[in-house]
């Protein structure tokens, strides 16, 4: 492989990238740095887990990407009484021509390459781990029968933190299976005025896909498979393990004022989503190869959302941000 | 062929990085060496400069900082050297921060030839791309750190400045006086001299001392009970190195009487800070270091040039206006200048060699001089180095007794009694 031809992938991720990015802009205001993050997670292959208050755009957003990357849609929203069947479908008696009478598998809305998995605290544990072998396994077991999700698979849930009353809280082994987990802030004025003016008008802006619907799929695949690509020294290596062992208390690496906080720590898949995000920031500086800044900058994201803090932390005020925040300033210190 | 092209780009990368840390090092190593070197010679600088001026207790305890002070500079120094001192393995991760290459230098070192995935030769010709950014002399482009070597010759030159200059800091060579009498307290001394005029060693007349007081360790060197003390070596090496300086500099002139002012200071420090209801002590027979307060001018000139106050007579020297000018600078203690020609009479004409003298050894003789003018104008304030001890009192005038000479001895007596001065009697 010559550079020439590196450099020709990187730079068509790159364009490819930006042609999202800008697609999804045209239909969502603001939310740029959350956008940012949902497409490198996309394109690290990972699953996305969105908090962020009723109307704020979480729905549009994943529409809007998935109409621009050209890929299948489903949308469920999940209720007290959504059942594991919903998800994943369910086998139903067909007669033939023949009479005779055999069982088909109906595939549930998780067969689709973009899924949006709206309020997905609502629905109880059992039907909420049905997403789990999907998730994790891109396919689902009906009956025993394991039937493969095409891929690209991307799990986009949402999460509603203002309602509380009648949810279940995610079980950390699904927290774990997303690969980074955004928080929609509330519009500035500004946002919230662009918003209004383009959303209550005749026209309404369309997003236009991206990538030819035959060959998207593919497409997305390729650039996925190049995201892997991306070179890691031994020292990034290195950094990103520091980082998530300093989470874990147990360890005996974090800080003391920190261990008080945190009950359970990153597990390693926290690791790889970090590296598989930061890869994704490197192509799309060009470059070959990742650097510690863009391990810093995915570190949030891609952490906040597997350390279990406890009690006193919630008596604190202390949230996993700020203990990311702490490892990333001392961890910081050794890379120097 | 082309991993071996990239093979040996790596290899062109690994000896440029290798330039760049040994310049660096090298670079480190300088500014060590020369921050050493400007530590070492201001902390020189004013170790010299307070051996000159400081009176010696300050200078015990300035010394004594001074060589904390340099020593934890020094150590500081030391250790930023090792701070700054690039690894191997550091040098890539430091050529990226320097020269902004975002660590493509770094991954490359690491990776090497192990780099032969889809990104290996586009990162291994980025860097051969980019690696003019970081020759060693544009990395680099200082041979020497100047900021340390002008500090290093600046210090040194100050020092070594010092060394030239520090005899034009030296007070006037004092003459040493020595005297049977014993000495009191001289009053008149002022405590910030010093540069006396005249250092008299005699035995100290008796002092008021109390039973109970700590100052009964008057003299250096003896506890109440009279057992030497030993000198602490914080206070001894220090008080050893600004004697040395001071000789190696001002000569050992210059040190007598550096000490003798500091040992007649500490006394009437003792002095002063003694309470009333003492009682007299006796007199010992040590000798006690005096010092007299250089005289006004121009007297003071006479004295540097080693005129009347450096005849060894004990005499007070440059208060008496009828002495200026004598030149002779050999009579005795209270005696005049001149000496009457005809003192032994006409020369007898026998010659007997075995003749002896009429004149016994303890005749006293009294020298005609033209003695002290009579004063003019306003009287001149009292010279407050007078010596009391040793000129209490003028000298009761006394008839000289006219003796016979013998034939014999009548040249010889005449030759060594001539006056050969240019003064008239």
Known sequence: ?336 | MRDRSRDEAIEVLRRQMRAVRRRWNLLALQRVLYLLIATAATGAAFVVLLALRARASVFVVASWSIAGGVLAAASWVVRDGARRWLPTARAPAWIDARAGLRGRVATLAELGAGARTFFGPLLVEQNARRAEDWRPHRLLPDAVPLAPLLAALLATSVFFALLVFAPRLAPAPAAIVVSDAPVGPLAAVDADDVEPARVVVARAAAEERTDSDPARLGREGESVEGEPVLEHVASRLPRSLRDRIRDRLWGPAARATGTAVEMDRSRRDRSTARPSGTRARDSDDDARWQVARRPPPPDATTARAGGPGARGDGSPRGDDPSRSGSGTGNGGSGAGTATDPNLFGAASAAENGHATFDLPLAARVHALGSGPRPPSGDAPPAAPDAAPALAARPRRDAPVLRMTVPAAYEGLVRQVFAHHGTESP
């Open chain 1, 1 to 336: 492989m010559t550079p020439a031809v590196a450099e020709a992938a990187i730079r068509d991720f790159h364009d490819t990238f930006a042609a999202v990015r800008r697609e999804v802009g045209k239909v969502v205001v603001g939310h740029a740095p959350a956008i940012d993050v949902i497409l490198t997670a996309f394109f690290a292959g990972g699953h996305v887990l969105i908090e962020g208050v009723p109307g704020i755009g979480k729905t549009l957003i994943v529409r809007s990407l998935a109409e621009a990357l050209n890929l299948s849609f489903n949308r469920i929203q999940f209720t007290v009484d959504l059942m594991p069947a919903d998800i994943t479908g369910t086998r139903v008696i067909n007669e033939g021509a023949d009479g005779r009478r055999e069982f088909h598998f109906v595939p549930g809305p998780v067969f689709a390459h973009v899924l949006l998995a709206d309020e997905i605290n609502r629905a109880t544990p059992k039907t909420q781990s049905a997403l789990l072998e999907a998730m994790a396994e891109q396919q689902v077991t009906v009956a025993g029968t394991s039937h493969v999700l095409a891929p690209p698979f991307f799990v986009l849930a949402t999460l509603n933190p203002i309602e509380m009353e009648g949810t279940y809280q995610l079980p950390e082994a699904q927290l774990d299976r997303f690969l980074v987990k955004v928080v929609l802030a509330y519009p500035s004025q500004a946002e919230l005025e662009r918003i209004l003016s383009s959303t209550t008008t005749a026209e309404l802006p369309v997003v236009s896909p991206v990538l030819a619907r035959e060959t998207a799929p593919e497409r997305v695949e390729a650039l996925r498979r190049l995201v892997r690509q991306v070179l890691v020294a031994p020292h990034v290596d290195r950094y990103v393990a520091t980082l998530v062992r300093r989470t874990v208390p147990a360890s005996g690496e974090t800080d003391e004022a920190l261990a008080r906080y945190v009950t359970y720590g990153s597990s390693p898949r926290g690791g790889q989503a970090l590296l598989l995000c930061a890869k994704v920031l490197a192509l799309l500086d060009g470059r070959p190869h990742v650097t510690f800044e863009d391990v810093d900058a995915m570190a949030l994201p891609a952490l906040r959302h597997r350390l279990v803090m406890n009690f006193a932390a919630d008596a604190a005020g202390v949230d996993s941000a700020h203990v990311i925040e702490r490892v990333l300033a001392a961890a910081g210190r050794l890379r120097a």
